[in-house]
């Protein structure tokens, strides 16, 4: 059974996409091959002319954290880690001693989604509180392209309004390519192209003023 199957789908640098469909419909997968994370039977990915496909893993790897921003939807934070710890993770891996331009702009990153950085385990603030230092996080290295595997699926309505307006705010102000898989209509109303996903295929569903 093919979960995929795509003659193509190109993405303007800047653009703001957003894909749904049915549960179980292959979007999550579509993002995980987008971002290199899994690899398909056949075809390419390029990203800027670069197949990403072709790369060594270490290579991947170094594309994924200079290029992409991934929020998933189950915010995969650290716990006992504070909320700054967690921005800055992703920086530990790059640096012995993190550089202070990186631990400023963690923090202004903190303050613009509305968590205090303080030393309270992450694991002690509200989901919605959360999913914010996760999305701060993928946007440490300021990438230019931010992807989001329904990044307010598990919030309430007011937290689900705040993150799909921060997502989209923070996407457009550094000019980064967003996608989205999002069931939220709240959500995709603010994207400029959506994407409808159904047995393994795209189509293209709705062309959005975005907020």
Sequence with gaps: MRVLN???????????????????SGKTSLLH?????????RGVVLWDGVDILSLPEADRDHWRRRT?????????????????????LPATFEHAVIPGRLRQRARELLSEVRVPEGRTPVERL???????VALARALLFAPPVVMADEPTASLDAES??????????????AGSTALVV??????????EMTYLLGEGRLASAAVTAAL
Excluded: Y
């Design 160 to 173: 689900a309004r705040l993150v799909g307006g921060l997502l989209v705010a923070m996407a457009r102000g």
């Design 68 to 88: 992409l921003g991934f929020v998933f939807q189950d915010f995969h934070l650290f716990s006992g880690l504070s909320a700054l710890d967690n921005v800055l």
């Design 6 to 24: 795509l003659d193509c789908l190109c993405v303007d640098g800047g653009e703001l996409v957003g894909v749904t469909g049915p549960s179980g």
């Design 33 to 41: 091959v987008l971002a290199g994370l899994e690899r398909p039977q």
């Design 126 to 132: 509200s989901r919605g509180e959360m999913q914010r």
């Design 182 to 191: 999002t069931h939220d209509p709240g959500l995709l109303a603010r994207l």
